[in-house]
């Protein structure tokens, strides 16, 4: 027979190991970085760019373009690295409390 007062205990448990584990997204970080290494960005679990660092030669009017083109790519890369992660950490704070339902993919549940 199905025992509501357990399923219910159950869900209030997933929510707890969820908002935990969301909240410890803040701490993974990533670096990404283009034109080999002028320009580095580092962005956390949560997706907020945390630094942007340009090498000093690229510190010039004229490369100012050039300067905004590579920002974009590191910071890009960065959150495409942090996805990655962030999918993993939620998967391994779930493991064994949430079925393994095809298509159901918790990592995507707080993504912002």
């Known amino acids: 027979?199905?025992?509501?007062?357990?399923?219910?205990?159950?869900?209030?448990?997933?929510?707890?190991?969820?908002?935990v584990a969301q909240e410890e997204l803040a701490h993974i970080e990533v670096e990404g970085e283009s034109g080999a290494g002028l320009v580095k960005a580092t962005v956390n679990g949560k997706k907020q760019v945390l630094k942007i660092v340009i090498d000093d030669s690229m510190v010039n009017t004229a490369d100012k373009e050039i300067v905004q083109d590579l920002i974009v790519a590191a910071v890009n890369k960065a959150i495409e690295e942090v996805d990655v992660l962030?999918?993993?950490?939620?998967?391994?704070?779930?493991?064994?409390i949430m079925p393994n339902i095809p298509g159901f993919d918790?990592?995507?549940m707080f993504n912002g």
């Not at 027979?1 to 357990?6: A, E, G, S, V």
């Open 1 to 19: 027979m199905f025992d509501m007062m357990k399923m219910m205990g159950k869900v209030k448990e997933v929510q707890e190991q969820m908002k």
């Open 106 to 108: 918790l990592g995507q």
């Open 86 to 96: 962030a999918k993993e950490h939620m998967q391994k704070q779930t493991e064994g």
